[in-house]
């Protein structure tokens, strides 16, 4: 009954990349802001990156200029891909739709994540 299924993490270098993809029902990402966000060891969830129906971007300050987040309605998955990592890049990487009071509503639940573990 997994609903949302991220993939694409592994272990890579300083300096390296990684793709990340999210599948997800259609219904849920038609019309809908989807988010990537994180969650390091011993740290909160945080956002990432989320991409708005017209394809528009948001970044979190910490990954501007790395990171470039893009969705495929048709294909109903969204990327995250992921250019000059750092060691704080490091965590489980999820992906959700972003809410809104008037607006939708989180996924029932979130996905299992996948993991990103950056090294020197």
């Known amino acids: 009954q997994v609903q949302l299924v991220e993939s694409g993490g592994g272990a890579v270098q300083v300096g390296g990349s990684l793709r990340l993809s999210c599948a997800l029902p259609?219904?849920?990402?038609?019309?809908?802001?989807i988010g990537w966000y994180r969650q390091a060891p011993g740290k909160e969830r945080e956002f990432v990156a989320r991409?708005?129906?017209?394809?528009?971007?948001v970044y979190s300050e910490s990954v501007n200029g790395r990171f470039l987040i893009s969705r495929d309605d048709t294909a109903s998955t969204v990327s995250l891909q992921m250019d000059s990592l750092q060691v704080d890049d490091t965590g489980a990487y999820y992906c959700?739709?972003?809410?809104?009071?008037?607006?939708?509503?989180?996924?029932?639940?979130w996905g299992q994540g996948t993991q990103v573990y950056v090294y020197t």
């Open positions: 959700n739709i972003v809410p809104s009071l008037l607006g939708p509503r989180r996924a029932p639940e």
């Open positions: 259609r219904n849920w990402m038609s019309g809908n802001q």
């Open positions: 991409v708005l129906e017209s394809g528009v971007t």
